[in-house]
């Protein structure tokens, strides 16, 4: 059985930092990308980060480009979000997801993934 679980989300100030974990367990991922998407109160399941378990390509949406970073840890089945200048706007619950089908042009949409987190809050106050 396929499980994501996120941690490292909590409460912190804006310009502050956060590193998100996602450990993947439950079946080989090595023709998998891994997503970061966030949903905020009343809000859409948002893209925020990808990264491709076999090459490390890594992409972002243009929201978090140049202060997040997706990275992965292949010995631990493990991938990460550092946050770095969180805004109050960053609030959200932050997911983990994980895709077989992922492309350039399908990326950004939560249909792209087969398996999902549970999620964890991230709060930024101003």
């Known amino acids: 059985q396929v499980q994501l679980v996120e941690s490292g989300g909590g409460l912190v100030q804006a310009g502050g930092s956060l590193r998100l974990s996602c450990a993947a367990s439950?079946?080989?991922?090595?023709?998998?990308?891994m997503g970061w998407f966030r949903q905020a109160p009343g809000k859409e399941r948002e893209f925020a980060a990808a990264?491709?378990?076999?090459?490390?390509?890594?992409y972002y949406a243009d929201s978090v480009k140049g202060r997040f970073t997706i990275s992965r840890d292949n010995a631990k089945s493990t991938v990460f979000l550092q946050m770095n200048s969180l805004k109050p706007e960053d609030t959200a619950i932050y997911y983990c997801?994980?895709?077989?089908?992922?492309?350039?042009?399908?990326?950004?949409?939560?249909?792209?993934?087969?398996?999902w987190g549970q999620g964890t809050q991230v709060t930024v106050s101003s």
């Open positions: 997801a994980a895709s077989s089908r992922l492309t350039f042009g399908n990326m950004m949409r939560p249909t792209t993934y087969d398996y």
């Open positions: 439950g079946r080989t991922f090595g023709n998998y990308a």
């Open positions: 990264i491709r378990w076999s090459t490390g390509n890594t």
